[in-house]
């Protein structure tokens, strides 16, 4: 199997991470509940996850990380915590994954949110256009840091440093362990991330950075193992917001997925995705009849994730061409954003997606180039 | 006569660990035990250690802003609230 579909979710896992998923089943996990041996070996177990995101954002404060169920959860966590209130003008990009425009929609019809969205410039969002955008209401800037179909990375520090004060709530979805990020905690306000793609864990993990000043109201209370004695939530985090036992086997292995990241270096699995990237933009830039969506060569700053379509060939038929002739996983369709698919023209049939990992090969990319190569003279003959 | 134990309780369980962490990395003389249900009702973790090592450890906690929510004295059975501050 050629498995070209990391932006979905990373494969194959390391082994460390498979490791400390399967010791963590093997013992109890309570963690932060008991005070006995194994309750505490289990708050270490979820501390050392916590230490370990807090090393790869350059976080000030460990507490004011919250660990979600994935990063749909973080994001509906910020947006809805907020307070946003009628009338309150909200700025997104444009490329955004449904996990923030469907919240967003949401509070467009539930409370009468003002959204706008700014329009990408070929195909990739900037900084002024959100500070002309800005106006006396504008409570929250919200920005997919990578679209999850072009790989048109977003230049977020830039867009902090034109909005000023006014909060950024940043999906780090596909660049968290894929980008260097360790300058992003001192200045991004909402910083939400997955734990199975770049940061090589389990799915089921996941993530908010709330920065010092910013208060949230908690989408879900209940168990949170401190303040027993109390019937109401406690308010400081990371518990305010980590409701219920935490996903102790889950966080063993993002734990083990982000120390193998740091292991690796941020820098060299970066340099690694970029070459298989551009290999496979200079190998399959003549094939007749495709399309390539997204920042080209050396055409703009990108992710590891392409986007194509081939003369002749629907989305769905040539990703399962590829599945069935090559053994190649790709992902097809409108992969969650609708709104990007309808920038790129591409709405409704939408695209192939390859989406490159740190353990894919310059030879896994050949293959895929060659394979697209025969199908796009298959449909041509 | 009795040692007397120091008993630390914190807010949270990050900021136990945490306080775990910096300690350990300190070499300092101290363990974790349950909280005392005699002093709270919370079901989590504090740090122990014996009074007459008050100058080794909070002055470290302090400077890490790890300061315990709370902090109680055991000499046996007997529990008393203790003063962080001198």
Redesign the interface.
Known sequence: MIYFDNAATSFPKPVAVIEAVVAALKAPAS??????TPS?EA??TV?RA??AVTKIFGLSD??RLVFTPNVSWAINAALSGLGLERGDHVLSGALEHNSTARPLARLVKEIGLDWEVVPPRDGAMVASDFAARLRPQTKLVVLNHASNVSGALAPALEIKEVVGEIPLLLDAAQTAGAIPMTDYGSKIDLLAFTGHKGLQGPTGTGGLWVRPGLELRPLAVGGS?????SLEH?D????ALETGTANTHGLAGLAAGVEWVLATGVEAIRAREEQLTTNFLEKVAGIDGIQLFGPGLGGGQRVSTVSFNLSGWSSSDLAAALEKNYGIMARAGLHCAPLTHQHLGTFPGGSVRFSFGPQNTVSEVIIAADALNELALARRN | MDVAEIILVF?????I??AE?LLEEKNLPFI????PKEVN?????AISFLESDRDLILPVLEAADLMPAAAYRRAGDLFSVWPLVH
């Not at chain 1, 963690?31 to 006995?36: A, D, M, N, Q």
């Not at chain 2, 009702?41 to 973790?45: E, M």
Request: proline share 12%.
């Open positions: 963690p932060g509940r008991s005070g006995h505490l708050s270490r501390h916590r230490k460990n507490s193992g401190s303040r027993s004695e406690p400081f985090l990371p518990d | 807010s949270s369980n990050t900021k660990l945490n962490d974790l035990v349950p909280v009702p919370n079901c989590g973790l």
